[in-house]
RNA sequence: GGAGUGGUAGCUCAAUUGGUUAGAGUACUAGCCUGUCACGCUAGGGGUUGCGGGUUCAAGUCCCGUCCAUUCCGCCA
């Protein structure tokens, strides 16, 4: 609706946004999902007493003259601020009740109210946008796909469970007692059994489905993956592919600063020790180093006995917060605790010639060794640095930790860029704590980096995997790798990780013995559809890019699911529930609905 | 499963050290207002302070338990 438009007679269906009252004439913001337009209702129209009482959210539709508005009346700020609709005839589709959460609101409702009336939420501007966007999004990358002469392919929703991974969504089957199917986490062995078949450029917006806790990135039940898979490819040749469609789609709807391509690749270990995460966000201007060597040579016995004993010292430099008062470092000290430190030991640059650092270590250490640290660390005066000292791995995570925890605190992190990594070279092997073992570390369908000759001769532990993750801003986008598509790798690799062939054949046989029929070797990723939304439409939250999404306990509030079926639904699929279970169900609901109408 | 934070009117929030009848904005209802645009003005209705127990002359406030929400850890090949 616009000003070209004058004096045309329209017809306008919409929601009643806001409400202004004048007594003799009424003005109603009439909002679709286009926008809003004000409508003017005057005293002598029959209808003008039952338009003054709608409430806000009912529907109408209005038929009425566009008028030009009066130079003093205009509103700039709207899009159609320069006309208004004088109503002639109105239709009342739907009167609204009182509303549960606000449609015009700066004000956020609790979440639990927005899930279970999301429709209304889904009408306020800035949701709206957001499903617009994803929307848009899906598009653009669905578009670039099949311009990359990718093919789009749909996999089952049924199918089996995989061994490997999350927790599976099982759907029982009522023409086979006892048995279930899955729901796929994600469609690995399909994408990979096309390209058997001889599709080179596979991808979907895949579902995926996974029974596990949710995150503020990750919400319960489903989401999307863009899945990609390619024959005939190294690792290069799936990065440029993917770097392309990721970088394009950014560039087109970001509102930040967005990396050039290729994005820059980072080493696991590297990532581990510089940044203390396999996700990190390289928006903070915090690199950690290890000073090991140091400590073992130092008067300070805590750390030098403890790294004599396999344990590393990482330290954190940050610029210029000598200034900061003691409460700060204390602060910071209790955070390390609370993320698992046993402490937090620190050294501030003075600047003073005399004594140029100070804190709790100053004392242990040599004139020259504290200038060591002054120059692997790149600090001068006005800056400090911390220490962490643990096993490597719990080092590594609780400077990674800090270094996070500073950034946000100090305010260090650029909010106006994308900044993107590959991090590349995934261990393939990892020791379980838990039952003294060797298992995968990642995707048991990897190419080990070396091949079979790297399985038979090297500490297992010490082999990369092709596999590999896109970061963006601490988030993890995908994860992806080159795969394991020879026979004896797979059982070889398989065998280290103690399950013996016949393990394969029964968990995998579908793939193994595709393989053993001509399989092209082939590799893919499979970037976050949602995740990557949410970034672009600068949310904290997943769930604000999704239409509909569970709350953080997997229950749909508006649906009502889960939910109970019926005995008879029951009895088909041959399913007993549990007495007792279903007497501790009756006295949860019981629970839940007496703190309900409390 | 564990830890933190929170729960007061339909919604957003306030209520001093434990002290009068738990307040305000908004929404809702009624009335007034000829140009507003988050219109304005007047009045009214609306509360098991999540639930249960305890301490006290007195509890929204303190203590214990419990439920719900959210964030994080575990989990997420």
Redesign the pocket.
Same mark, same amino acid.
């Given at each position: 609706m616009r000003k070209a438009q004058v004096g045309e007679t329209v017809k306008l269906s919409g929601w009643v946004f806001?409400?202004? &009252?004048?007594? %003799? !004439?009424l003005?109603i &913001?009439l909002r679709d999902h286009y926008g809003i337009t004000?409508v003017?209702f005057h005293?002598e129209r029959p209808f003008f007493d039952a338009a @003054?009482?709608l409430?806000?959210e009912s529907v109408i539709t209005i038929t009425g003259k566009v008028?030009a508005?009066?130079a #003093? @009346?205009? $509103?700039p @700020?709207?899009a159609t601020?320069d006309i =208004?609709i004088?109503v002639l005839e109105i239709t009342v589709q739907s009167m609204a009740e009182?509303?549960?959460?606000?449609v &015009?609101?700066? =004000?956020?409702?609790?979440?639990?109210?927005r899930?279970k009336y999301r429709f209304l939420d889904l009408r306020r501007d800035k949701l709206h946008k957001n499903i617009i966007l994803r929307q848009q999004v899906i598009n653009s990358l669905r578009r670039r796909m099949t311009d990359g002469g990718f093919m789009e392919f749909q996999t089952p929703i049924l199918t089996s469970s995989?061994p490997?991974? #999350?927790?599976d969504y099982l759907v029982p089957s009522r023409i086979h007692p006892g048995h279930f199917y899955a729901l796929p986490?994600?469609p690995?062995q399909f994408k990979q059994l096309l390209m058997v078949a001889g599709f080179d450029r596979y991808f979907q917006i895949a579902p995926c489905f996974?029974d =596990?806790? #949710?995150?503020? &990135?990750?919400s319960p039940g489903e989401f999307y993956q863009l899945d990609i898979e390619m024959s005939f490819v190294t690792q290069d040749d799936v990065f440029e592919a993917v770097e392309k469609v990721v970088h394009g789609t950014f560039v087109e709807f970001a509102k930040k600063q967005v990396d050039d391509i290729p994005f820059k690749r980072i080493t696991y270990a590297d990532s581990m020790l510089k940044y203390g995460s396999d996700k990190p966000d390289l928006r903070i201007p915090i690199e950690i180093r290890d000073v090991s060597a140091l400590f073992a040579e130092s008067g300070f016995q805590a750390f030098k006995s403890a790294v004599a004993a396999g344990s590393v010292v990482r330290a954190i430099p940050v610029q210029k917060i000598a200034d900061k008062p003691r409460s700060f470092f204390d602060k910071l000290v209790e955070f390390a605790q609370?993320?698992g430190s046993k402490g937090l030991a620190y050294l501030v640059w003075t600047g003073d010639a005399a004594a140029p650092v100070k804190g709790p270590l100053a004392k242990f250490l040599t004139p020259e060794q504290v200038a060591s640290l002054s120059s692997q660390c790149g600090v001068q005066a006005g800056d400090a640095v911390f220490f962490v000292c643990d096993k490597k791995d719990v080092a590594a995570k609780i400077a990674g930790e800090i270094r996070k925890k500073v950034a946000k605190d100090l305010d260090l992190i650029d909010v106006n860029v994308f900044k993107f990594a590959w991090i590349v070279d995934f261990p393939m092997f990892e020791w379980d704590e838990?039952n003294k073992c060797i298992? !995968?570390? %990642? $995707?048991? !369908?990897s190419m080990p980096q070396g091949g079979m000759e790297a399985l038979l001769t090297k500490n297992p532990l010490e082999i990369n995997a092709f596999q590999y993750d896109i970061v963006c801003n601490g988030v993890e986008l995908s994860?992806g790798a080159i795969r394991n598509h020879v026979p004896e790798i797979m059982y070889k690799a398989f065998e280290v990780a103690g399950y013996g062939p016949e393990v394969v054949d029964r968990k995998f046989g579908g793939m193994i013995n595709a393989f053993k029929l001509g399989a092209p070797p082939h590799g893919g990723i499979a970037p976050g559809v949602d995740r990557m939304v949410m970034l672009l439409a600068d949310e904290s939250?997943i769930?604000e890019v999704i239409a509909f999404p569970m $709350?953080?306990?997997a229950?749909d509030?508006m649906m009502g699911a889960p939910g109970e079926v019926t005995d008879k639904q029951l009895r088909e699929l041959h399913i007993n529930i549990d007495p007792k279970i279903v007497a501790e169900m009756k006295a949860?609901a019981a629970?839940?609905a007496?703190?309900t109408?409390?």
């Open positions: 806001r409400r202004r &009252d004048h007594g %003799h !004439f003005f &913001d004000q003017v005293q @003054t009482r409430r806000y008028i508005r009066d #003093a @009346t205009v $509103n @700020t709207m601020g =208004e004088n009182q509303l549960p959460i606000l &015009d609101g700066m =004000e956020e409702s609790p979440e639990d109210l899930l995989s490997e991974g #999350a927790r986490q994600a690995q996974r =596990e806790d #949710a995150r503020a &990135d990750r609370s993320v838990e298992a !995968f570390s %990642h $995707n048991p !369908f994860s939250n769930r $709350n953080q306990k229950q509030l949860e629970a839940r007496a703190a109408a409390g």
